[in-house]
């Protein structure tokens, strides 16, 4: 039997029910939109995009939509134009609940009861009608929510594997509450807390059972559109104060945000979370395709990095809290929750089971901690003594692969410290190609690496710059250099080191002396697009027009400063501030951003091996606490 696909929350999947539905949200994230980016315009969400995609496919061939947007209308239009479907509806509602709005939406259902029942060959059956509807469950042990706009299963399943808690879906289709809860007076009667048993439920009239449309079915669906406005709202409904709910559930350990390009709705909510919340809160933006979810891991590591290493949710992940009646964070009961959860499976490998390190009693061999940072231009390693001093730090180019890198780097390393491999108790790895290194013990995330380095090097520091080969990051940290919050632009190359090579070699001068160019010039030149291949044909045409390197250069730091720049007012920097990786060593370009923020950036000379620091930091962690 072919499925009845949905996408939003208001579709009346219990009316679909007890036609013979078998209904199924549609949520998957495809790898591209080869077929949608035929006939879609360009600017239509992904998630819109991903329905074309899979109705085109030919895997989806009955759907139920609700004029949620302008995405959802346009594509209703584009697959009503194909007359492809077998039955295509689109539920037509007023974004409020009063009661022209009630009026309307209880016309529609009557008139999908009756064009879906045709299509189905079914009388409407009241029995499952009643059986359809199911109270909304929260979950009462320690968490974290996904809210925002929808999530693609895909995602969510990588969000789910990555987090140290157990994660709940709270996204606008799946925060779905619509109860049974119709006057007995009806012949639909339920207790209000939820379904009655079999026994308990009064017969329903013959006429409703053969499947009459009568005045009872009327009054009936005049009820239950009030059911489906009355829920939880959306962000496309006017008045969306009831959302406050999600995110003021007292056993939240973290918020992840979820939001999908081109759609604002859930962006303004994310403003208002993030300044009526002290739970620890992450925000991702997707595609909807899988290799969006991918370029995500990163953050989301390291945000389950963040939360195993709070000393209070740690407790909880090792389950010293979340017995008994309540569970605090020691100031505010912020995460007071009854009952206990679950221990889920560690999210970043062994060193997580019990929190960080705990898990295992380790064996000291040698007392040398090796940390290996491998990034996509370089790759940095660290050796550190028992004692966490340096004992060798290099720097070499990554090449081809990231595990033969990381192993010619650790052997130099190695070389410079007069050390043997077996010397090294303890390896833990980071950067973008922290995964493919077998030689390592553990992996933990660039961002959690870099602010232990940073405050390993400055303690004073609480905003790191990191101007990487593939990503910018911007991280915040507390007093004691763990991570209080960060932002990220890796979704292209503009602002990234990256963007600065290529540069270089359009013209014609080494990363050095692109470095040293910046630092004086006479016009003040501005690119004015920062997108890597406009702003090398912006570069092009400077150069034709004979402007002075110096001059074009300054005009290159300006573009990235004013990115990062940005970053960091998104991620709220305050003093100090220090910035790591090899970009650092470009004078020109740290000169025009201490401009930009009106600071001075502490600039180590370990800045380049900051996160291979932090991951011989941890490595030793490990064995000496």
Not at 106 to 125: C, I, M, N, P
Not at 242 to 251: E, H, S, T
Request: charged share 25%; hydrophobic share 40%; glycine share 10%.
């Amino acid at each position: 039997m072919s499925k009845t696909y949905y996408v939003c929350k208001y579709t009346p999947l219990e009316l679909l029910t007890a036609f013979g539905g078998e209904c199924e949200n549609l949520n998957h994230m495809p790898e591209g939109f080869d077929y949608a980016d035929q006939i879609a315009h360009p600017n239509i969400c992904g998630f819109g995009k991903s329905v074309l995609e899979a109705v085109l496919a030919g895997d989806v061939k009955e759907l139920v939509l609700v004029n949620c947007c302008d995405t959802i209308r346009s594509v209703y239009d584009l697959l009503e134009d194909m007359g492809q479907m077998d039955f295509l509806y689109m539920v037509d509602m007023l974004h409020c609940g009063n009661a022209c709005s009630r009026e309307r939406v209880a016309a529609q259902l009557v008139d999908l009861a009756k064009k879906y029942g045709e299509y189905k060959g079914r009388s409407f059956d009241c029995e499952a009608f009643q059986k359809a509807f199911a109270p909304r469950e929260r979950m009462q042990v320690p968490h974290i929510a996904v809210l925002g706009a929808r999530m693609g299963d895909e995602l969510f399943a990588m969000t789910e594997k990555s987090m140290p808690l157990p994660v709940v879906n709270e996204t606008c289709v799946h925060n779905r509450s619509v109860a049974w809860t119709y006057d007995e007076s009806q012949n639909y009667a339920a207790p209000e807390s939820g379904l009655a048993a079999a026994s308990d439920r009064t017969e329903p009239k013959d006429s409703e059972k053969t499947g009459d449309l009568t005045a009872d079915f009327d009054a009936l669906m005049d009820w239950y559109a009030g059911e489906l406005l009355g829920q939880i709202p959306c962000m496309r409904m006017m008045d969306a104060t009831g959302r406050k709910q999600l995110y003021q559930d007292p056993a939240l350990a973290g918020i992840i945000y979820h939001t999908v390009k081109f759609c604002d709705f859930y962006s303004f909510e994310y403003a208002d979370i993030k300044s009526h919340t002290d739970v620890p809160l992450l925000k991702i933006e997707s595609d909807y395709t899988v290799q969006s979810s991918g370029q995500l891991l990163t953050r989301l590591e390291a945000f389950a990095e963040s939360l195993s290493l709070n000393p209070e949710i740690a407790k909880v992940i090792r389950g010293e809290k979340g017995s008994g009646s309540a569970w605090t964070d020691g100031k505010d009961g912020r995460f007071s929750a009854s009952g206990k959860g679950s221990r889920p499976e560690a999210p970043c490998g062994d060193g997580f089971e019990d929190g960080l390190y705990e898990g295992r009693t380790p064996h000291m061999g040698k007392g040398y901690f090796a940390g290996i940072d491998s990034g996509s231009t370089s790759t940095d390693v660290v050796i550190l003594d028992k004692e966490k001093k340096i004992v060798a730090g290099i720097v070499l180019p990554t090449g081809a692969g990231a595990a033969i890198g990381a192993e010619r780097a650790l052997e130099c390393a190695l070389q410079e410290a007069g050390l043997r491999r077996e010397d090294i108790d303890e390896v833990v790895t980071t950067g973008y190609g922290r995964t493919a290194i077998q030689i390592g013990d553990r992996s933990i995330t660039e961002i959690t690496c870099h602010a232990r380095g940073a405050h390993f090097l400055e303690p004073k520091v609480r905003t790191v710059v990191d101007i990487g080969g593939q990503d910018s990051k911007v991280i915040r940290l507390d007093e004691d250099g763990s991570v209080k919050n960060f932002v990220m632009n890796d979704k292209c190359a503009a602002g990234t080191g990256r963007f600065l090579e290529m540069m270089a070699r359009t013209m014609e001068m080494s990363l050095d002396e692109i470095g040293r160019a910046g630092l004086s010039w006479d016009e003040d030149i501005t690119i004015s697009s920062m997108c890597t291949v406009f702003a090398e044909s912006e570069v092009v045409s400077l150069i034709a027009q004979n402007k002075k390197p110096d001059d074009i250069v300054h005009g290159l730091n300006k573009a990235v400063a004013s990115k990062t720049a940005a970053l960091v007012k998104r991620v709220g920097g305050e003093e100090a501030y220090m910035m790591t990786g090899g970009v650092a060593q470009n004078q020109g370009l740290v000169k025009t951003l201490e401009d930009r923020l009106g600071t001075t950036l502490i600039i180590s000379d370990k800045a380049q091996l900051c996160g291979a620091l932090g991951a011989a930091l941890y490595a030793a962690d490990y064995y000496l606490q």
